[in-house]
């Protein structure tokens, strides 16, 4: 047995012992990434998972070859919602986990024969990263880092780089440097842009502020960073409030407190200023496979922090119109929050 | 009134007639391309927009900057899924048409309140293209033909180029030539790879056959084209059989007869020479804001075609561990069906 297929059956041994401390016989995925966590085999069409004591996937005919060449899990040809359905009544089933994001369309196939509960046994497991994920984010946050140094940012505002193009490098550096792909399109946002907080690149110069937000995946694995370039005496009043809530949030971070505390803390701070309503989203969210995953760093999250959490502390004020100002880092959790990675936060 | 205003009331009304027929009095959207193609506004997180009389959408604090700035129809901060409920209830509504992929966890939270049914209204109406959704198609078909002859594939073969860096540079040639992004990751699948439909770009020197499958999008638009190059007798045995396929069942194209004999047609032409186990998908595809729409060109489909609609015919041959062969292009349902672009078959 190679090494890849004990850490699979790790995973997939707390899944049912999930399932089994609170009855259920069988779960249902469709998710991609809960598919590749478990399996590592990422879908490219049309996928499900059925988890048992013998789970298997089932897949579309044009991705056997792929699943069969990647997956630890056992593979069959997805036909139609009637063998799942068939698949389902043979296991004996009565009380099936379902994915909050399950589409309501395949919900409805097997509504009404099983007792079914949305239960996102798959999310709460990937909360708490593996040594072997770790590295992999590490080597993310690394490729991205180098990247964006080699980019030179400075240097491309005084030749007057279009937007996109400074994104487009970043990209390219990104993927010379090891990387697969962007974890999220790369935000370039400058001048009155940056107060959008996901604004898209244009295809005008570089203005001022720079606020750059970017990321990669290795080995499916995310980074994501942001800094923003400051360059008048407003820019940088506002830049100061922003890194003292990052920092703040930062220093806080421990095993044992809530998230939606790690957030008031950065909150507070930006409201200490006066700009508590230009601070317009959540203080940061936990990422790996997906840029995006639970715990949300925010008011209503109390999902308390435990060791080995990745998550994000980035908090921004923005002045609709005038500009923005985002200050990004990923943070390890261990006996305190580990910034994870170097980059400097005056470029 | 603005045209944009007139193009889009005309898409809200559309959908109003539709519901009226069924007796809907509300309809739920949260996909973002049904919420960009009825609104301009294209949600970069969570949006839900309520289709009635007075349409609204709701959106998160952080998107409303971009959203009162793009969006034809009224905005309102999105706060929590009991304001939804609440603003249901307000409405009186007691029918409420939902998207078939809206997730389980949502439609647990309206469940039991209302007559709720899954209607593909904008699936439905998305179909068929106007000649304003045709002309950026057009035009995003022009950009990335433009932009792969740039590229010059076959100086890359003799070069060494890798898989990877040839579909950076053609993303790069794409956003040059006036697209906003590719429309999916583009495939370079060169060797065995090309028997992966889905063949995602390695770090290798391209190898032969060349498999490329790409398109940009332009103002949201899709394009979507694949070309194989082949260079031993096999392959060049296989291309042809591939392109007769390709160009009987674009001959086939017309209004009123259904999609699925459009596939059937390429079916039995590749069956004929003995390969109809390694057509291992579809014929083709719908696409528009989404690169994937319906209906699908497949077995299953009964779909008759209406002018205006724009499908991909795209048949391949796939030999596992050997190569693959795929021709695709794009055609808009005529009197006959038109084929967009005149990119060359052999390269």
Known sequence: MFLGDIIQNKKINNILQKMNNEDFDGMILTQINNIKYLSNYSPTSFAICIIKEDPVILTSQMDK?????????????????????????KEKFKKIAIESSLPVNIYKKIEGKWDLEIKDFLETERMIKSSDEIDKINKAVAISHKSFKELNILEKREKGTNEWEVAYELGYLMRKNGAQEESFETIVATGSNSSLPHARCENKKLETPILMDWGCKFDGYCSDTSRTIVYSEKQEKIFNIVLEAHDKAIDYIKPGIKVCEVDEIARSIIAEYGYVDNFIHSTGHSLGLDVHEKPTISKKDETILEKNMIITIEP????????????EDMVKVANKG??????????
């Open 338 to 347: 580990e910034i994870m990675g170097n980059l400097p936060y005056k470029i």
């Open 316 to 327: 921004g004020i923005y002045l609709e119109g005038e500009f923005g100002v985002r200050i």
């Open 65 to 89: 070859e792929l699943a069969n060449k990647t997956s630890s899990l056992k593979v069959e040809e997805f036909k139609s919602f009637s063998d799942i359905v068939k698949l389902l009544k």
